[in-house]
């Protein structure tokens, strides 16, 4: 499934309440379900309160659930957070420029876990 690490919503393609692709291929990687949800995860609201018109976690959870007939619980929440903060860290290594510079990632890489979490509404 390509997936883009940039998870622009105006990528996404959406039927009703379910992402049904992306359409962004521009440095499109290769990956599972779980990576695909993790960077859907890393865009929501809750992360990026200046995009408040992006779907909340629980909207996607809902909507993956019904079309997949797949239920997400709380195990694998755990590895869809991990791979939203390694799709943030991934994103902080494409903006890295110079030694020192990436002390400044750390405060705000580091405070996204206890948000990520708690979204979790299984």
């Known amino acids: 499934m390509p997936y883009r690490y940039d998870n622009n919503f105006s990528n996404w393609l959406v039927d009703g309440d379910a992402v049904v692709g992306l359409v962004d291929y521009e440095l499109s990687f290769l990956g599972t379900e779980t ?19 992006r779907p909340s976690w629980s909207s996607i959870r809902h909507g993956y659930e019904a079309t ?39 405060g705000r890489f580091a405070s ?9 509404d299984g």
Do not use: C, E
Not at 35 to 53: E, H, N, Q
Not at 81 to 94: E, L, Q, S, Y
């Open 112 to 120: 996204r876990f206890p948000i990520l979490m708690g979204l979790y």
């Open 35 to 53: 990576m695909l949800l993790g960077a859907l995860l890393d865009t929501v609201p809750s992360i990026y309160p200046l995009f408040p018109d």
């Open 68 to 106: 997949r007939r797949r239920m997400i619980d709380s195990d694998w929440f755990r590895v869809i957070v991990a791979m939203a903060m390694f799709n943030h860290w991934v994103r902080v290594t494409w903006g890295y420029r110079k030694p020192g510079d990436l002390g400044s990632y750390a």
